[in-house]
């Protein structure tokens, strides 16, 4: 099978580290907010991946975080913890809105009939082990410390960049960057050295001096950055290298770029062989969705609005995972009709006397489609040209009970649960 590779910029034959084996860590939720269907769109990535590998006669131990605690709204190291923003929202303590929120993803992801993984963690439970990695990068000459935080020294690390296509030189750093963040209002630590430095362990001191989850550690009492904990949790359960790292294309400029620069400085291995990401659900012609913006709909929306969230994950799964996918209810309800023709088929009485027919061709189609990086559009092409050829509808039908448990459509469900 062949999957495209981030790092690369190209598409790759699948070659594991070991084995028949995949160790596969997907970047979870930040759980201050419902996740939105744009954020849907790659834990249904996710799970195709997953789906393929295991049809490929892959063993996969797959791993998700979940963010409770570290993660600003900057996506980088400035303004406020995501959690705590929450939490001053709805008037609840952080812990509450940490645990809502993460059992309404879950539950979104078993609406989504997205296989859960073999293990979540949770930042906050992983203290301990960020902080480790964070006393092996102070050995090693990875890290400075300032009156608010302990900083990786990107100008330590030579291949800083090269998931997004650029070494450490081309990109900014300097005084400079930090004179434009003050125009903007931007507190900026001035003890940082270069605008990519990004922080470890920030110290509950200044601006984060009321923080409400914070811990012990030899820098003083404070919390983890956010990069720190997918690099101290996905090696702490998958070990210091990886398969397949997962993710949206959001998180290749920062979040991914730092968790390579601080997992290859402690270990000294590659962190993951492939990286693999969702593109973005627009609304309009460009609009990314996003939590901040008032395009901002949820698995629930849908769900009142008389969709099954299955339509969404055809509709999904309409378009390449690599592709911008736009967003309209007239494509949501289109999908929920062909879903709901699908199941007429599957309903279907079935002949029984009739010679079987060879259906390998179709088989074969589909499984090339869905190895040639993950060619949803193609397999679900199959599945319709299956529908409508001369097949009797028993073989029909088992053909796409086969195809089903990659696309995870559950075809055999009711059809009375799918109503527009």
Known sequence: MYLYNTLTTKKEVFKPLKPNTVRLYSCGPTVY?????????????????????????????????????????????????????????????????????????????????????????????????????????????????????????????????????NKNKNLQIGAGTKSTRRKKGIAVDTQKRNSNDFVLWFKRVGKYKDHTMHWSSPWGDGFPGWHIECSAMSMSHLGPELDIHTGGVDHIGTHHTNEIAQSESATGKKFSKYWVHGEFLTIGESAKMAKSGENFITLQTLTKKGINPLSYRYLVLGAHCRSKLQFTWESLEAAQNALKKIQEVMTMSCATKKKPKNTKSYRQEFSKAIADDLNTPQALATLWAVIKSSLP????????????????????????????
Request: glycine share 4%; no cysteine; charged share 30%.
């Open 33 to 165: 907010n419902y996740a939105h269907i744009g954020n849907l769109r790659t834990y249904i990535l996710v799970d195709t991946l997953k789906r393929v590998l295991t049809s490929n006669n892959y063993k996969v131990n797959h791993v998700m975080n979940i963010t409770d605690v570290g993660h600003l709204v900057s996506d980088a190291d400035e303004g406020e913890d995501k959690l705590e923003k929450g939490a001053k929202r709805e008037k609840k303590t952080v812990w509450e809105i940490a645990e809502f929120y993460t059992q309404t993803f879950k539950s979104d992801v078993s609406e989504l009939n997205i296989i859960p993984p073999n293990k979540w963690t949770k930042a906050t439970e992983h203290i301990k082990e960020q902080i480790e990695l964070v006393k092996k990068l102070e050995k090693k000459g990875y890290s400075y410390e300032s009156s608010e935080a302990v900083y990786f020294d990107t100008s330590k690390f030579p291949n800083y960049g090269n998931l997004m296509g």
């Open 393 to 420: 509808a028993d073989e029909k039908q088992k053909i796409l009970k086969d195809f089903d448990k990659v696309l995870g459509l559950n075809f055999d469900i009711a059809l009375e649960e799918i109503s527009v």
